[in-house]
């Protein structure tokens, strides 16, 4: 143990007198697991995980971590691509316990804690027949996706999940714990809505829900690579024009058998039967490999891509927003895709729009609404000898399609890319970030984040 750790063991163990939840140190059994995140690529340890069960072991944390100058990354579900929500000596302050949630039927309400995971969430609300939306793989945590913006399958219909925010509690940086809402610390949540953990610490979130399921009907088609070229430009033509009940995704992937492939997945968000009509172009164009038209559990849809994100592997992309898909965003891909290093790896268009860019940009920090498509290449291996050639593969292939791309990029799929990357994800509404950054953490104590700077 080094001279810093022994003058900070003493003060750490004070914190803990005043905890309800649970505090892990280096010297701890069970150190290594809780030091974990989603990306197998992140390998950071921090001085003590700080698990939380109450809004007070937060507000005792992050006065405890201003009273000793620490470092502190704030966990939730882990998903962070980057690994922003761990750090090397600090502390980091994980919700993943706050796990309680309410829901109100008569008002379509809900009221979740911040450690829930959007499985967790979905099972709950569901229960009364009602969703909000949610992305896409079970495991991601509510917090971080719902600060980041939040899209998914129900986003074209119903908004980003930060447009279905009615109320959210936040410790912010002086350690006070805040109600907001539209109607109180108004700036506040504004920045909650899209800004990420720039401002504070959400404890819990209050968000309308929608009568959704439990079935919808789900279409699914499977292209040959050698037909990939047509298939996207279907895909483009078919998505841009759909309803706002239609939520439309697809992706370069490799099949178990080592062939390349091209797959278009369609969920109408309204009765299955309704959506018979809607889907039935995409079943009849071209000669897919595989294709199916079937409703399906809201549940099992939303966890539908789980098995291609397991916890542990080593992770790496890099986002950008589209308007369109041109020819040239084409050829690029095409060209760029099949070098892949590993076959685990992705090429996704996830499908925005919509509800989403009806809202005016103004009226969250989440800019790009005019955006059709988040474009990214999504690389995924094991072996750490494999970073530097999946992260090349990735970076060539963003890099490739960049001209194309309307120069703005998600916030929640952000890496580690530096101030011009986040200022693309907030675009005008970088400047009021800044003054909202400047009245509620002008020290930047929450830094480890897509970070807005502040100028106080
Ligand atoms: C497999 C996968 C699929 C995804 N699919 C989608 C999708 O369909 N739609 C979509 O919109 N996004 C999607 N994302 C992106 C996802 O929204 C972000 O990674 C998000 O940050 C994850 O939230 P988390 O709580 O799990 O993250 P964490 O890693 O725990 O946190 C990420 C960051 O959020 C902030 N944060 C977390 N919790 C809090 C809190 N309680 N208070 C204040 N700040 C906090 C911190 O700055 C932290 O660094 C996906 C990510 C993955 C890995």
Request: glycine share 10%; charged share 20%.
């Amino acid at each position: 143990m080094d001279a810093k750790r022994q003058t900070d063991a003493p003060a750490i163990d004070r914190l803990l007198q005043h905890l309800r939840g649970k505090l892990v140190q280096p010297l701890d059994t069970g150190y290594d697991e809780a030091r974990k995140v989603w990306n197998g690529a992140v390998d950071k340890r921090p001085a003590a995980i700080v698990y939380c069960t109450h809004a007070d072991d937060v507000i005792e944390t992050v006065r405890f971590a201003r009273a000793t100058n620490r470092q502190v990354a704030v966990r939730s579900g882990g998903h962070n691509v980057a690994g922003l929500s761990v750090c090397d000596d600090g502390i980091v302050i994980d919700l993943s316990r706050m796990k309680a949630i309410e829901v109100d039927p008569v008002h379509r309400v809900a009221r979740a804690e911040a450690g829930l995971s959007l499985g967790e969430f979905d099972t709950a609300t569901q229960a009364h027949g009602l969703a909000t939306t949610m992305g896409v793989n079970s495991d991601t945590g509510i917090a971080g996706l719902t600060l980041g913006g939040g899209f998914g399958k129900l986003g074209r219909k119903y908004g980003l999940t930060c447009d279905n925010l009615i109320a959210a509690d936040v410790v912010t940086a002086d350690g006070r714990l805040l109600h907001t809402s539209a109607s109180e610390h108004a700036d506040l949540f504004w920045g909650l809505r899209g800004g990420g953990g720039n401002f504070g610490i959400v404890t819990a979130f209050e968000y309308q829900l929608h009568a959704v399921g439990p079935n919808l009907l789900v279409g699914s088609v499977l292209h040959r690579y050698d037909h990939a070229r047509g298939a996207i430009k279907f895909f483009h033509e078919f998505s841009r024009r759909a309803a706002d009940e239609l939520s439309v995704d697809a992706g370069l992937i490799t099949l178990p058998t080592g062939e390349r492939a091209f797959n278009i997945t369609a969920c109408y968000i309204g009765h299955p039967e309704a959506g018979r009509d809607a889907l039935e172009p995409l079943l009849k164009f071209g000669s897919p490999i595989e294709s199916s038209l079937e409703p399906r559990p809201y549940l099992q849809i939303q966890s539908a891509g789980d098995t291609l994100f397991p916890r542990g592997r080593r992770y790496y992309w890099k986002a950008q927003f589209l308007r369109e898909i041109s020819d040239g965003a084409i050829d690029a891909i095409l060209e760029v895709y099949p070098k892949a290093p590993s076959p685990s790896a992705l090429l996704v268009f996830q499908q925005v729009g919509g509800a989403i860019a009806r809202v005016p940009s103004s009226e969250s920090p989440y800019a790009n609404r005019d955006a059709l498509y988040d474009c990214f290449p999504l690389a995924v291996w094991d072996s750490p000898a494999d970073d530097q050639a999946n992260i090349q593969w990735a970076r060539e292939l963003w890099s490739a399609v960049s001209p194309y791309s309307t120069g703005g990029v998600y916030a929640n799929n952000l890496g580690d890319e530096g101030e011009d990357r986040v200022r693309a994800a907030y675009g005008e509404n970088y400047a009021r970030l800044v003054a909202l950054k400047n009245k509620y953490d002008p020290t930047n104590f929450f830094r480890l984040n897509q970070n807005v700077r502040p100028t106080a």
